[in-house]
């Protein structure tokens, strides 16, 4: 199982960013799917996260700002960043947790990480 995140890069304070991530491999199902940020000497922070079912979550930061979608059908979650700022320039983790054909147990991969800078 991988995910692979893309659309990271250098935005200006206020612009828009959408960052993707698709998970692939022998999948069975994916339960959640979502984004976490880490910035310079700071902690792995939850950004927003897409369950199976109910309302996504978002943290505190982003709320109101940020939108997470889900296709089920490719197995991507994307994040639109909307009115992006300068505290939210880090790096940016794509998360699943899948349930794969090669265990019975559900496990959390983590995609690469792609940078977001945002400019002011």
């Known amino acids: 199982v991988q995910l692979q995140a893309s659309g990271g890069g250098l935005v200006q304070a206020g612009g828009s960013l959408r960052l993707s991530c698709t998970a692939s491999g022998p999948i069975i199902a994916i339960n959640t799917m979502g984004w976490y940020r880490q910035a310079p000497g700071k902690g792995r922070e939850l950004v927003a996260v897409?369950?199976?079912?109910?309302?996504?979550n978002y943290g505190d930061s982003v709320k109101g700002r940020f939108a997470i979608s889900r296709d089920n059908a490719e197995n991507t979650v994307s994040l639109q960043t909307n009115s992006p700022k300068p505290e939210d320039t880090a790096v940016y983790y794509c998360?699943?947790?899948?349930?794969?054909?090669?265990?019975?147990?559900?496990?959390?991969?983590w995609g690469q990480g792609t940078q977001v800078t945002v400019s002011s």
């Open positions: 998360n699943a947790n899948i349930n794969s054909s090669w265990s019975p147990f559900w496990y959390n991969y």
């Open positions: 897409s369950a199976s079912f109910g309302s996504p």
